[in-house]
């Protein structure tokens, strides 16, 4: 048997309907603060999608960010205090 039947085969069965693809882009859409908004308006899965990156890049620089300012108040803060060990904590996670 050809790779390409035994994939199809094999594809076949987890395969996603356009009906669960567009129910998914519609709660991504739900999600993303940007697009919240413009619920009523049509938007294209692209723009969704496109969006969807956007929001996770900037909540991965958000999440650098603060951990960043957590090191530096951890630098600042005695090392044994009961505000060093939740710093560290919240590093940690």
Known sequence: MSSR???S????????????????VSKLQQLVPELR??????VSS???LQ????????L???VDDLSE???ELLATTDAT???AAIIRSLLMQ
């Not at 356009?18 to 998914?24: F, K, N, P, R």
């Not at 908004?37 to 049509?42: K, N, T």
């Not at 969006?51 to 900037?58: A, H, Q």
């Open 60 to 62: 991965h620089r958000e």
């Open 51 to 58: 969006e969807t990156c956007n929001y996770i890049r900037s």
């Open 5 to 7: 039947r035994s994939r």
């Open 9 to 24: 085969r094999q594809s076949g069965s987890s395969r996603i309907t356009d009906d669960q693809i567009t129910d998914l």
């Open 81 to 83: 205090s009961a505000q």
């Open 69 to 71: 300012r957590l090191s």
């Open 46 to 48: 692209a723009k969704v």
């Open 37 to 42: 908004s413009r619920s009523s308006d049509m």
